[in-house]
């Protein structure tokens, strides 16, 4: 009889929801049973939105090999969108294990059909010319909802764009109620983000990515991304792929600017600037762009490494050694000899784990 083994994808992706697992018990026990100090419980959430709009990102970048920057006004507009909802209607669904999952698929849902409008002239440019429309399509979305006023009286619903417009609108005072309030943002989200939560969301995250990835698609924007010739040679429709991962990107960095408005007290849209876009970018560049469990870890290393430095007596030197910590996983992620090193150890490990034969 066979001794029955797993197909190498299938290994990587237990593995991935294995190590996911482990940490999530390991900060769970530490919270609940440990000392855990409240700047530690205050980077847990941020941390996992980083997480999330990371891989995210890495659909776009490592697996469709094109070059993005609008991931924060994917987050932004999913932050707005989930937050406005759940203050709207805080007082009609009660419950947050509702009105949050709820909140969570509308600021994806928006996010994702933002994408798909942006992803139709977009992802028929190449290179450079991708990042640039990306990027001011971020640098829109921000200003757009810098603008913004939302609020009710009486009367009904008001919508404007420009603080003039909201200036000429008579409100009555009385009933009065402002959701959106231009540069000042939205407060009173309800704060539903918990560690869990964020935990489960990533997982579900990684469970549709890493499925996508190993599918019929998925391979498509693969070949598409080491070929692009080939691929249409092949019979591949290249836009149509690339647009698939394009959409499955915004919709989670949607979930994930909804996961991070719900840990704050006031949002604002100029948290979602350009440099939140390259800090995204370096996490997934730095990560290798090869396994979406290596960015995952270099998000964690690379957010939490500054924060972590707060605590020594290193406030002096603590974004130096941020700066060495960035150079030396460049470095090692590209270098020929721990390249060689890995295949060396996992070609022995495959050795030993076959020792046996077959059964």
């Known amino acids: 009889m066979k001794k029955f083994t797993l197909s190498k994808p299938a290994k990587d992706r237990y593995i991935t929801y294995g190590m996911l697992a482990v940490i999530a018990l390991v900060v769970q026990l530490y919270i609940t049973y440990g000392d855990a100090s409240r700047s530690f419980k205050g ?14 990102l890495n659909l776009v970048v490592g697996i469709s090999g094109e070059l993005s920057l609008g991931q924060a006004g994917f987050m932004c507009i999913g932050a707005y969108v989930g937050s406005t909802f759940s203050v709207m209607t805080e007082e009609l669904i009660a419950s947050s294990a509702l009105r949050f999952p709820l909140a969570l698929l509308l600021g994806g849902m928006v996010a994702a059909v933002f994408g798909f409008l942006i992803g139709i002239p977009v992802l028929r440019l190449r290179g450079d010319y991708l990042a640039i429309v990306t990027l001011a399509f971020g640098e829109i979305i921000k200003s757009v909802f810098n603008n913004i006023y939302l609020s009710t009286d009486k009367n009904g619903l008001f919508f404007s764009i420009g603080v003039e417009s909201k200036a000429n609108h008579e409100f009555d005072a009385a009933t009065q109620v402002d959701y959106i309030k231009g540069a000042m943002g939205i407060s009173g989200t309800p704060r539903d983000s918990t560690f869990l939560i964020c935990m489960v969301v990533i997982f579900i995250a990684m469970f549709v990515m890493l499925n996508f990835i190993d599918s019929k698609q998925g391979r498509a924007v693969m070949a598409s991304r080491d070929n692009r010739i080939a691929a249409e040679a092949m019979g591949v429709n290249v836009t149509r792929a ?8 915004a919709f989670f960095a949607g979930v994930a600017g909804v996961l991070y408005s719900h840990n704050l007290n006031t949002l604002q849209a100029s948290t979602f600037n350009y440099n939140l876009s390259i800090q995204i970018l370096v996490f997934v560049v730095l990560g290798g762009m090869t396994k979406m469990r290596s960015v995952m870890i270099a998000t964690i290393i690379l957010y939490v490494l500054p924060e972590a430095l707060r605590g020594f007596n290193l406030s002096n030197y603590r974004m130096l050694i941020y700066a060495i910590a960035l150079i030396a996983m460049m470095l090692i992620n590209n270098s020929a000899a721990i390249k060689r090193v890995r295949e060396f150890l996992r070609a022995k490990f495959a050795r030993n784990k076959n020792v046996g034969g077959e059964v």
Do not use: G
């Open 43 to 56: 980077l847990l959430v941020p941390t996992c939105v980083y997480i999330l709009a990371a891989i995210a």
């Open 242 to 249: 690339k647009m698939t991962a394009f959409v499955m990107s």
